[in-house]
């Protein structure tokens, strides 16, 4: 069974910066895709930066810029730099991978999500 865990979360002032991190159980190279969604209170989960097995990034607009996704393969870690957080950042980040087995079937997995506070 595939395992997610996020770690890095907490408390910022606007303008700061936060490193969140999801160690995977398995080798993250079996992944098609990985990235991290966010949650904030009364709003529907979105896709905040995801990256492709290839290495190809995509970011959505509001913090396009401002966080990069990234991996480390020797630590099976997705890693997500936050910089020149703002209040609207704050949420529940959650990480997220799918893999595509040969049969077609899609595995989606998640984390069990690290809450992020942007507030003075």
């Known amino acids: 069974q595939v395992h997610l865990v996020e770690s890095g979360g907490g408390l910022v002032q606007p303008g700061g910066s936060l490193r969140l991190s999801c160690a995977s159980s398995i080798n993250i190279s079996d992944f098609n895709v990985m990235g991290w969604y966010r949650q904030a209170p009364g709003k529907e989960r979105e896709s905040v930066a995801r990256m492709t097995h290839g290495g190809r990034t995509s970011y959505a607009d509001s913090v396009r810029g401002r966080f990069t996704v990234s991996r480390d393969n020797a630590k099976n870690l997705i890693i997500l730099q936050m910089s020149n957080l703002k209040a609207e950042d704050t949420a529940v980040y959650y990480c997220?991978?799918?893999?595509?087995?040969?049969?077609?079937?899609?595995?989606?997995?998640w984390g069990q999500g690290t809450q992020v506070t942007v507030s003075s």
């Open positions: 997220n991978a799918y893999q595509v087995e040969f049969s077609g079937k899609l595995n989606d997995y």
